[in-house]
C-alpha cells in the first residue's frame, strides 16, 4: 500500500507528479509566462555592455534589480565591469536612482554599487535567516577561479541596505568550481541551511561528471560547506552531457547553463528553477534561416575559448522549469518554459532569453484581480545599442497544472493525511467548463457526503475557491486521517490546492 504523504495545511502546487496516483483522460500542463512590456532599458553611457546576470528582489518594501554593466564591451576579468542597481515601487516602473558610492568617469551620479571583476555575476539575496545579524541582511555572492577568468573563487559580500556593500569574509567560500556563470546562495527556511547552486564543466570538481550542468552544496553558516553533487532529474534529460551535441542526430540534447534555483514564497517547501538551457547544434540550415545570418556569421568566426569554436554564432539559448521537494532531485519539464519567441532582430542568439533570477508578485492590469507573478526576461544580447529586460506574467502557482479538455478528464492524488477544515483550489475553468472533488479513503472508496455527485459544481477562475458539497465545506471530520482527493475536470485546469482552518 502507498505509504500516505503529510501535506499538513500546505499549499500544494503541480509543478511534479509526486501527489498524482492516476491521471484518467487528464495531463499534467506546463503553463508559460506571457510576455509584457519592455520594463528596462540600459541606456546610460556606463551600460554599453548590460544588463548581464540579472536579478531582482523584493524585499523590505521595495523591489530592486540588480545587474552587471560596463562602459565597453570587456572580458569576464576586466575591472571596469560594474554592479548596478535599479528600484521600483511596484515591480513594473523602474528607476534609477542617484546613489553617489561610485565615481564613473569622475562623477558619483549613477546607480552603480560596485564596480571591479566580481561584477561580472555579483548576485544578491536577501537573507531570511533568523540567525542572520542586521547589518549583513542583505548578501552578495560573485567572482571566478583562476582558471576561468584569474578569479580568487567564489566571493561574499553583504550589506546593511543593498546599496553598500564589503566583503563578508577575507577568504572566498570553501566551495569549488569555475564559477563564470551567474551563482546562486539562498537561506532555505525549510531546511535550516544556506543553499548554493553553480554551473560546473569539464574543469570542475573530481566528484561532478563532466559537461555543461548545475552543482549544489549546503552550509549551516556559509563557511562549511557539503561536499557539491550534480543535480538528479526526473525525467532524464534527453542526450549525454558526456557527447558532443553535433553527434547526436536527433538534435534533442542539450545542458543547463546556469539554474535559477529559489525557493517559492507561497510555498516555501518548493524549490522551483528556472535553467538555462545551451543548445549548439552547429551551423545547420536552420542557422541560415534564423535573423541577421551574416551577424551570425561575424560572431562564429570569433570563435570562443574552452568551447565549440563557432558557438557564439550557432549556439541558442531558453528557459526551462523544473521543481524539486529536497534542492537536489528535481522533476524536469521538457518543454520550453519561455521560448525566444517569433524572430526578429536581436533575437535567436546565444545568451538571448536569458532568464532574470528571482520572481515577485506585481498587480495585475485587470483592475480589480488578484496580484501575478512577473519576471524579467533579457533581450538584444547580441545587438548593438541599448540591452533590455522584458516583463512576463504568470498567475499566482500558475506553472503547470492538472489539465482536461470539454470531454472530461480525471484525477486522483496518493493517499493523502491533512489538517484543516476546508479544502481550496487554485484552478480556472471555461465558461463552459467545471470541476468537481470527491474524498475517498486510503483504498480509494468515496465517503458519504464528500462524493462527485454530492459536490456543487466549481466553475469560474479563482485561487482560493473553497469547495463545498451538500452537506456544506467542512471536512475537518476527516483531519489526520489519509483520504484520496478526486477531481473530475472538464474544460478545466487545477493548479493548487491546500487545506485550510
Known sequence: MTTPLSIGGRRELFVDALLIDRLDGARLALHRPQPREVAFTCDAPWEVAAPGYAAVLHAEGRYRLYYCAAPGHCEDSDPRQLTCCAESDDGIHWRKPELGLVAIQGSPRNNVVWQGTLSHNLTPFYDTNPACPPDERYKAVGGCNADWGGGEGLVALASADGLAWRRLFDEPLALHGGFDSQNLIFWDERAGCYRAYWRVGRSAHPAIPPGRDVATATSPDLRAWSEPRQLDYAPNRSGSPERDQTDDPSGDHHQFYCGGVLPYPRAPHLLLGFPQRYVDRGWTASTDALPEVERRRELAAMGI????????????TDVLFMASRDGHSFYVWPEAFIRPGIQRPGNWYYGDAWYTWGLVETASDYPGAPPELSCYVQERERRDGPGRLRRHTLRLDGFGSVSAPLTGGGMTTRPLVFTGNRLEINFATSAG???????????????????????????????DRVVSWRGGADVGALSGRPVRLRFE??????FALRFVA
Open 489 to 494: 475536470l472538464k474544460d478545466a485546469d487545477l
Open 433 to 463: 467548463g467545471r470541476l468537481r472533488a470527491e474524498l475517498q479513503d486510503d483504498r480509494g472508496r468515496p465517503i458519504p457526503g464528500y462524493t462527485l455527485d454530492a459536490c456543487h459544481l466549481q466553475y469560474g477562475d479563482q485561487l
Open 305 to 316: 575559448g574552452g568551447g565549440r569554436p563557432t558557438r557564439k554564432g550557432t549556439a541558442v
